[in-house]
């Protein structure tokens, strides 16, 4: 079948340059975004890009992610009919996969047929799930979804319509090796005049080119534009796991954080361009699981249609914004409320098939508040002001950091003598709960015979929570006077309790050039296990059921997962019990980000009460932490539930502690 060649080319024409234009339009706007390199290691980057967009090695971690595994290499396969469909169209003499060897021809002909019908089933499933079985995280009934569902169904059936007239007119010579076109043939078109043939494959010729065609210059204009920019956004994806935030430089005159859209890094503005509104990240989100305003899929979703409105705007320099980046009640703002309600706990980028970056987004947001517009809630004020003042949440002396070792003998750091650190940090210090674990911690270090020392009152806070907060200037402070006093005493090694202080010195500490040795006391514990430095009792039954709890901060954002389990079950004598939501889709205890310093809003679920819920579903003697910060979430989760007689929170180095010898 070939068309009229002189319409089709106008069609064509026109059909492109308005494509090319809508793509311009489009993609100037992520020019506008603040620098950011992902232009490096090419090669790690192409790999990446086949694993995880080609691959699809996220998507296919959910059971119906494998219709749409199905349906991308549908497409992929399908691209290579299409082209030589709009090419034939334009030099039908010239190029048609007919004038191929026959056996080539035969074995493409074949492939398309069942692709094509493939594509169709997978059409149909996802129109079948969204109108008899919508996920709650999704628009399962939106339009715009229906409509990409429909033109890629009607492009199928324009295929088979078209080959079907072909091959019952006897135009067709592969018509032996398309079982389905042939079937539409036999069952359809069988008994159907020459004319009234060639009249139909005109006419689905037609529809197949308009539609497809349409579709092309439909993707800039809907949520389907990830069909044109997740795959370079893999290939654009951070090198390191996303664990921290860039460092703002602060000199006189600079804007720090992100008040509008072009404040945002380009990739932040590629991302909004990628996300597909799967909803994994607001189906994982622990905010949004518990009623919280925040949606991560949202907030990506309002940066788009922030920067698609601003469009005229941002184009013509000199000129302020119409519709705010962070603002209430219009579609394209980022609520404050919502921002706040961030744990950062890092689930939505763990999901997002596209790694797309929500938390460095939303931090970059609350830094413009903090930063810019002194804006935060009321109860920050105070955590504010005392880690300035006393670099600790309470305000509490420095010399009460030191109180701890009233009952044991704690020698000070000294270059060249001690070999690790022990970082105590605020909590281990100052507070009274997370002091037992201190000391448990200790008496393992002195009974493996490792050489440890402190900073006593000299230790001041690592700055985590006002980071993630958007304090960016306090904390760059912080980090320079605490690499400065590490760089005095020859600190090389150091081990943490809390992985907020292991992260924060392990990831964000690097970005000032310090080159520390960072460990997680699960991990050193773990290792005098395994070296045998630690001798355990042989009868060790006091623990009770053990349900384990992922620390965000230890497990995903630095990816410790098997140390702790195989130091508590070396140490009880039985494997631990795991929570549905646990290792890299551990749902947040609710004090990440900072939430730790801050009241939840009333009338809705405590992150805290959900995850404690979910330990209890266990039936636990025992729930075993590795932070000072999710000891005290599950703590008083159990004092909400009526639970805290009978189930104790304990943190790993209680437990091996505990089961010495």
């Known amino acids: 079948m070939s068309p009229n060649v002189t319409a089709f080319a106008i069609v064509f024409a026109a059909a492109i340059l308005f494509f090319i234009w809508s793509v311009y339009r489009r993609f100037r706007l992520i020019a506008l975004g603040q620098p950011d390199n992902r232009f490096d290691a090419i090669g790690r980057r192409i790999w990446n890009m086949l694993f995880f967009a080609f691959g699809q090695r996220r998507v296919v971690k959910r059971t119906f992610g494998i219709n749409h595994f199905i349906l991308f290499w549908c497409f992929i396969i399908l691209m290579i009919a299409n082209v030589e469909f709009l090419l034939h169209g334009l030099f039908s003499q010239q190029i048609a996969l007919s004038k191929l060897p026959d056996g080539t021809y035969h074995t493409l002909t074949t492939v398309f047929d069942i692709v094509s019908i493939l594509a169709l089933v997978t059409v149909v499933i996802a129109m079948g799930r969204r109108l008899l079985f919508p996920p709650s995280y999704i628009d399962a009934k939106s339009r715009d979804a229906f409509f990409i569902l429909s033109m890629v169904a009607m492009l199928m059936i324009a ?61 800039p204009y809907s949520k389907h534009m990830h069909v044109l920019t997740a795959i370079p956004n893999c290939f654009f994806k951070s090198l390191d796991k996303v664990n921290t935030q860039p460092r703002e430089g602060f000199k006189q005159g600079n804007s720090f954080g992100a008040g509008q859209v072009s404040e945002l890094s380009w990739k932040g503005l590629f991302d909004s361009y990628s996300c597909t509104e799967c909803g994994r990240c607001t189906d994982i989100c622990p905010a949004t699981s518990t009623g919280k305003k925040l949606n991560p899929r949202l907030v990506i979703h309002d940066i788009k249609v922030n920067l ?61 508040l903090v930063e810019m517009k002194a804006k935060f809630p009321e109860e920050l004020l105070t955590f504010f002001e005392n880690m300035e003042q006393r670099s600790n949440p309470w305000g509490i002396a420095p010399t009460e950091r030191i109180k701890w070792t009233a009952d044991i003998e704690v020698k000070p750091f000294e270059a060249g003598q001690t070999e690790y650190l022990f970082y105590v940090g605020c909590a281990g210090a100052l507070d009274s709960r997370a002091r037992r674990v201190t000391m448990s911690t200790a008496k393992i270090l002195d009974t493996a015979g490792v050489s440890w020392g402190i900073l006593g009152k000299e230790e001041l806070c690592c700055g985590d929570s006002l980071r993630r907060l958007g304090n960016e200037y306090v904390f760059d402070r912080m980090v320079q006077e605490n690499i400065k006093m590490f760089e005095a005493k020859g600190v090389k090694r150091i081990v943490t309790q809390c992985p907020h202080c292991f992260s924060t010195f392990k990831n964000d500490y690097r970005q000032y050039g310090i080159d520390l040795e960072v460990i997680h006391h699960t991990e050193l514990i773990d290792r005098l296990i395994k070296s045998g430095k630690l001798n355990l009792k042989s009868e060790r039954n006091g623990f009770g059921n053990i349900v384990f709890h992922d620390s965000c901060y230890l497990g995903r954002y630095n990816e410790v997962y098997e140390a702790p389990r195989h130091a ?19 749902f947040c205890c609710g004090a990440g980000g900072g939430r730790m310093w801050m009241e939840e809003s009333p009338g809705q679920k405590n992150i805290n009460v959900a995850r404690t819920e979910e330990a209890l579903a266990n039936n636990p003697k025992t729930i075993c932490v590795c932070c000072p910060y999710c000891m005290t979430m599950f703590e008083d989760g159990l004092k909400d539930k009526d639970a805290d007689t009978n189930v104790q929170v304990l943190d790993m180095a209680e437990i091996v502690a505990e089961s010495l010898k």
């Open 568 to 586: 508590v079950a070396s140490a009880t004598g039985h494997d631990i019990h795991e929570m549905h939501n646990h290792l890299d889709k551990s």
């Open 159 to 219: 295929f088979f319509g078209l080959h079907g007239a072909e091959i019952a007119n006897g135009v067709e010579k592969a018509e032996d090796y398309m079982p389905i076109s042939n079937a539409v043939a036999s069952g359809i078109f069988d008994g159907v005049s020459t004319n009234s043939l060639d009249t139909w494959a005109e006419t689905f010729w037609w529809i197949h080119a308009i539609v497809l065609l349409g579709f092309l210059n439909y993707l």
């Open 308 to 368: 698609l409105k601003n469009e005229s705007v941002l184009t013509n320099s000199g000129k302020q914004v119409s519709l705010p980046l962070i603002g209430d009640n219009h579609e394209g703002s980022v609520s404050e409320e919502v921002l706040w309600a961030c744990t950062t706990c890092g689930a939505c980028m763990e999901v997002c098939p596209v790694f797309i970056e929500h938390v460095p987004r939303i931090v970059d947001m609350r830094r413009h």
